[in-house]
């Protein structure tokens, strides 16, 4: 009877380990999270699968019925919609903060970037979605904020995520653009990028939000529970600070 007990327990344990955590996360935080998720199938032997995509697609996926343990969005506000509509367990919760840079591959003279847009018609310029990425929205309000979205906005070209407005950069297929600084730290050694950073006091904070969903209850719960917590652990925000986001 004892071993028939055991042999049960053991099961139910190798169970509950072999549940993978699905994790739906912003395209700005999907380097960062290959770090994370590295760190914590490491300490804990628990399967971490990331689905990356804008904010607003995934918030849309959510509500359609995808199978997500987790969502981490570029701000609060998608996390807050995903709550108020009941497809979390939590309450929407920050876990990093975002800086918005201007950022080029081209060789463009990043510290003189207003003169430039403003004047060369011919430079295009690339930022996200402001409707499906908060990052976007950032950038949208920091070029209103230098009244120059008016002026510049025949040289716009808009990517879904800012994952696509980085690969524009990197790709040269724009001379400028508005992203991420994490993009900084995400790429290889070597590649040759010059950006500055936005003032902050040009758009509003990017407070990255997470929350549990509705979903972790159909099975993987408790491995979900774990990476979620393990989002506000030291370990973890170490690695947040090295991608250079605020915890």
């Known amino acids: 009877m004892k071993l028939q007990l055991g042999v049960i327990i053991l099961f139910i344990g190798f169970s509950v380990q072999a549940q993978t955590v699905r994790v739906a996360v912003a395209a700005n935080a999907q380097f960062v999270l290959q770090?994370?998720?590295a760190d914590f199938e490491h300490k804990t032997g628990v399967t971490v699968e990331i689905i990356s995509g804008?904010?607003?697609k995934l918030s849309s996926q959510i509500q359609s019925g995808a199978p997500y343990d987790v969502f981490l969005s570029?701000?609060?506000e998608?996390?807050?919609l995903i709550?108020?509509?009941g497809f979390a367990l939590s309450k929407?919760?920050?876990?990093?903060t975002g800086s918005l840079i201007v950022c080029s591959a081209s060789g463009a003279d990043v510290r003189n970037w207003k003169k430039i847009v403003s004047t060369a018609t011919i430079v295009k310029f690339a930022v996200a979605n402001p409707k499906t990425a908060p990052y976007g929205k950032a950038a949208e309000e920091a070029?209103?904020?230098?009244?120059?979205?008016k002026a510049i906005s025949g040289q716009l070209v808009f990517g879904e995520?800012?994952?696509?407005?980085n690969t524009y950069i990197v790709k040269k297929v724009v001379e400028l653009g508005f992203t991420t600084e994490s993009l900084v730290y995400e790429m290889p050694e070597g590649t040759q990028l010059k950006w500055l950073r936005i003032d902050k006091s040009a758009y509003k904070p990017i407070r990255q939000g997470c929350v549990l969903l509705k979903h972790a209850k159909s099975g993987s719960y408790l491995n979900s529970r774990k990476f979620y917590d393990y989002l506000f652990s030291p370990a973890a925000k170490s690695i947040f600070k090295q991608y250079g986001y605020g915890v």
């Open 35 to 37: 770090k994370l998720k």
């Open 54 to 56: 804008s904010s607003g």
């Open 74 to 76: 570029a701000d609060m």
């Open 78 to 80: 998608f996390t807050e």
């Open 83 to 85: 709550y108020n509509r």
């Open 92 to 96: 929407p919760r920050e876990y990093a």
């Open 143 to 149: 070029l209103n904020h230098f009244k120059l979205y």
């Open 161 to 165: 995520s800012i994952n696509q407005v």
